[in-house]
């Protein structure tokens, strides 16, 4: 993505200007307060409007409306998104309201609202969707363009603080989301292949005993046998003694008959 050409009008000390900017390495000097940062807040402005800087203190003094447009070339498109703003008074204070704002893709414009444009510059840039009007400006400072009166409060922030800032600049965020959410289901998977795993040695410990009861089962079932055929024996013994002492008796009327 490559920042092509900005035009300004009524911005800071800027009445009208247009900046083009080249392939490479643009280095942009000046004394205090000759209008270096001023660049850099416009660019801001026409991507987020006045999410951060109060309108006020950008809009050049006594003007009635300000004006500012990026052209910005990506992946072989040429895009840009400009804003103009107007002056409206009422019950004698003065505030600026967005008076027009546009988004063009290869020379096909088109006008949105200012949630319609925010939309499509937070799909331009690749940013994380976020609810919060703020949060994509804050990216855009934290990992673009930090002022310099901002990196000390980078600096003075609690550690964790400042490693959550670095985090947002760096668009890691959602890397750390996803890590978090691997290790849930990978204490989930743990969890369920202990238990599959506790199951598994039950089951083993059931086919162990069945396999001896099986087999007790075959050794009852052979002295069964055994006994059946033992018991068999036994009753045609019996039924031989029983015909033996008939016949015994038989002969014994016959002698004393």
């Known amino acids: 993505m490559q920042l ?17 900017l080249t392939q490479g390495t643009t280095l942009i000097a000046g004394d205090v307060g000759s209008g270096k940062t001023s660049l850099l807040y416009a660019i801001e402005m026409a991507l987020f409007g006045f999410a ?12 009635p409306q300000a004006e500012v447009a990026v052209e910005i070339e990506h992946e072989g498109h040429r895009y840009e998104i400009s804003r103009r703003f107007r002056r409206i008074t009422r019950k ?14 290869d020379g096909a414009t088109t006008q949105y ?3 319609e444009l925010r939309q499509r510059i937070i799909d331009l840039f690749g940013f994380p969707d976020n609810p919060s009007p703020r949060a994509h ?6 990992a673009v363009y930090v002022p310099q009166e901002r990196m000390r409060d980078v600096l003075s922030q609690e550690p964790q ?3 959550e800032t670095i985090r947002k600049a760096l668009g890691v965020e959602r890397y750390r989301a996803a890590a978090e959410n691997a290790q849930e289901l990978a204490s989930e998977i ?34 069964r046998v055994g006994h059946e055929a033992k018991q068999a024996e036994l009753r045609r013994d019996l039924d031989a ?17």
Do not use: C, M, P
Not at 4 to 20: G, M, T
């Open 4 to 20: 092509r050409r900005l035009r300004l009008k009524n911005i800071r000390s800027y009445a009208s200007a247009e900046l083009e």
């Open 52 to 63: 951060e800087v109060d309108a006020g203190f950008l809009v050049r003094h006594g003007a």
């Open 92 to 105: 004698g204070r003065h505030s600026f309201e967005l008076e027009r704002s546009t988004f063009s893709e």
């Open 113 to 115: 609202s200012a949630t």
């Open 137 to 142: 400006s804050d990216l855009w400072r934290w």
């Open 161 to 163: 603080d400042r490693l």
């Open 190 to 223: 743990r969890r369920v292949a202990a238990a599959r795993v506790e199951e598994a040695d039950r089951l083993h410990h059931w086919e162990a005993d069945h396999s001896v009861r099986s087999a007790e089962i075959v050794r009852l079932r052979a002295e």
């Open 241 to 257: 003694a029983e015909r033996a002492g008939q016949e015994l008796q038989e002969r014994l009327r016959r002698v004393e008959g």
